[in-house]
C-alpha cells in the first residue's frame, strides 16, 4: 500500500479542476445577485457597444461559466506539464479583469449599469485568481 501512495504522489497536480467548477457557479451566482441588485437600484443594463446590448442573467452565465470551465482546463492541462504556469494564469486572468473593465464604464447607458458590471468583472476576476491557486503545493512538495 505505501508503494502505492508513493507512486501516486509522484504525479503532481497543479490544482484540483473541480475547484475551478465550483468557483464558476460561485461567480456566476454572486454575479446574478450583483445584476438583480444593480437593477433594484435602477441600472438600466443597456451597453452602446460591445458584445450586448442588453445584459441579462442569460449573458453573465454564458460570460462566467463557459470562460471558466474552457480556460480552467486549459490550464490545467498546461499546469500538469509546467507548474508553474499556474501562477502565470492567474496574473494573466487578473491583467484581463482590469483591462477589461474599461468597457462597462465606456459603453454603459447609465453610471449604475456601469458600476454594476465593473463590480461582476471584479467578482469573476477573484474568483478565477483564487480557483487557479496552486492549493496543491504542499501535496507536490512533500514527494
Given at each position: 500500500?505505501?508503494?502505492?501512495?508513493?507512486?501516486?504522489?509522484?504525479?503532481?497536480?497543479?490544482?484540483?479542476?473541480?475547484?475551478?467548477?465550483?468557483?464558476?457557479?460561485?461567480?456566476?451566482?454572486?454575479?446574478?445577485?450583483?445584476?438583480?441588485?444593480?437593477?433594484?437600484?435602477?441600472?438600466?443594463?443597456?451597453?452602446?457597444?460591445?458584445?450586448?446590448?442588453?445584459?441579462?442573467?442569460?449573458?453573465?452565465?454564458?460570460?462566467?461559466?463557459?470562460?471558466?470551465?474552457?480556460?480552467?482546463?486549459?490550464?490545467?492541462?498546461?499546469?500538469?506539464?509546467?507548474?508553474?504556469?499556474?501562477?502565470?494564469?492567474?496574473?494573466?486572468?487578473?491583467?484581463?479583469?482590469?483591462?477589461?473593465?474599461?468597457?462597462?464604464?465606456?459603453?454603459?447607458?447609465?453610471?449604475?449599469?456601469g458600476i454594476g458590471l465593473a463590480v461582476i468583472h471584479l467578482i469573476v476576476g477573484a474568483s478565477w485568481y483564487l480557483a487557479v491557486n496552486n492549493s496543491n503545493k504542499k501535496y507536490n512538495e512533500?514527494?
Amino acid at each position: 500500500m505505501s508503494a502505492q501512495v508513493q507512486q501516486y504522489k509522484k504525479f503532481k497536480m497543479p490544482f484540483n479542476y473541480v475547484q475551478v467548477l465550483i468557483a464558476a457557479f460561485g461567480a456566476m451566482i454572486s454575479s446574478i445577485f450583483v445584476f438583480f441588485v444593480s437593477e433594484a437600484a435602477g441600472a438600466s443594463m443597456q451597453f452602446s457597444g460591445g458584445l450586448f446590448q442588453q445584459l441579462t442573467v442569460m449573458e453573465i452565465v454564458r460570460f462566467t461559466v463557459l470562460p471558466f470551465a474552457i480556460l480552467g482546463l486549459i490550464t490545467f492541462w498546461i499546469g500538469r506539464a509546467t507548474p508553474g504556469f499556474c501562477r502565470i494564469a492567474q496574473w494573466i486572468g487578473v491583467a484581463v479583469v482590469v483591462v477589461s473593465l474599461i468597457n462597462p464604464i465606456l459603453y454603459a447607458a447609465d453610471l449604475a449599469s456601469g458600476i454594476g458590471l465593473a463590480v461582476i468583472h471584479l467578482i469573476v476576476g477573484a474568483s478565477w485568481y483564487l480557483a487557479v491557486n496552486n492549493s496543491n503545493k504542499k501535496y507536490n512538495e512533500a514527494t
